[in-house]
T-cell receptor, first 113, second 118 residues
Framework: GENVEQHPSTLSVQEGDSAVIKCTYS??????FPWYKQELGKGPQLIID?????GEKKDQRIAVTLNKTAKHFSLHITETQPEDSAVYFC????????????FGKGTTLSVSS | GAVVSQHPSWVICKSGTSVKIECRSL??????MFWYRQFPKQSLMLMAT?????????EQGVEKDKFLINHASLTLSTLTVTSAHPEDSSFYIC??????????????FGQGTRLTVV
């Protein structure tokens, strides 16, 4: 089955700096890669996703890149703000309704002002 | 975006009792819902896939007699933790995907249920 590795487990940056989180996956059949932000005591919130027919997607300060050959994808947050502090999870699955997401172990991002 | 509502958001129960957690898709139909379990500072671990009108599919190592799942309608799945013990204390989260043919894979998550067994 699918296995998703995520690095780093913790990341501390200064406000205004960029943050990059990387994930690798094992199943070449996976073609849907979402990123979730989870705040303490809450459910995950989708922040951006990418499908295997594109290599990069951007939404304001957040971007995701995908290298399907190497089986890795990354989350990039620019101009970080204290409110970006949270746990971020990457996930992978096949792009079919009814397919469960397999999550990475998460990255705790701390943005200090 | 679509909304998934989970209830209750937290519950405390005594050892040996059962607890039911509800997961509702409020503005779309969900043929499939998923139940995850999350321990403190850990990732979401898939417990089971809930299929409307049929039996749930459990992940390896998850006791189906202990974690009863019912998906009786296209908008509601329930997870019942039976004969709860302190080691069942955890954060339980559901997610739902739109009915086949209505959209893509995007999963929408509930706000989670914090279960504490004393």
């Amino acid at each position: 089955g699918e296995n998703v590795e995520q690095h780093p487990s913790t990341l501390s940056v200064q406000e205004g700096d960029s943050a990059v989180i990387k994930c690798t996956y094992s199943d070449s059949a996976s073609n849907y890669f979402p990123w979730y932000k989870q705040e303490l005591g809450k459910g995950p919130q989708l922040i951006i996703d990418i499908r295997s027919n594109v290599g990069e997607k951007k939404d304001q300060r957040i971007a995701v890149t995908l290298n399907k050959t190497a089986k890795h994808f990354s989350l990039h947050i620019t101009e970080t703000q204290p409110e970006d502090s949270a746990v971020y999870f990457c996930a992978a699955s096949m792009d079919q309704a009814g397919t469960a997401l397999i999550f990475g172990k998460g990255t705790t991002l701390s943005v200090s002002s | 975006g679509a909304v998934v509502s989970q209830h209750p958001s937290w519950v405390i129960c005594k050892s040996g009792t059962s607890v039911k957690i509800e997961c509702r898709s409020l503005d779309f139909q969900a043929t499939t819902m998923f139940w995850y379990r999350q321990f403190p500072k850990q990732s979401l671990m898939l417990m089971a896939t809930s299929n409307e009108g049929s039996k749930a599919t459990y992940e390896q190592g998850v006791e189906k007699d202990k974690f009863l799942i019912n998906h009786a309608s296209l908008t509601l799945s329930t997870l019942t933790v039976t004969s709860a013990h302190p080691e069942d204390s955890s954060f339980y989260i559901c997610s739902a995907s739109p009915h086949k043919g209505q959209g893509n894979t995007e999963a929408f998550f509930g706000q989670g249920t914090r279960l504490t067994v004393v």
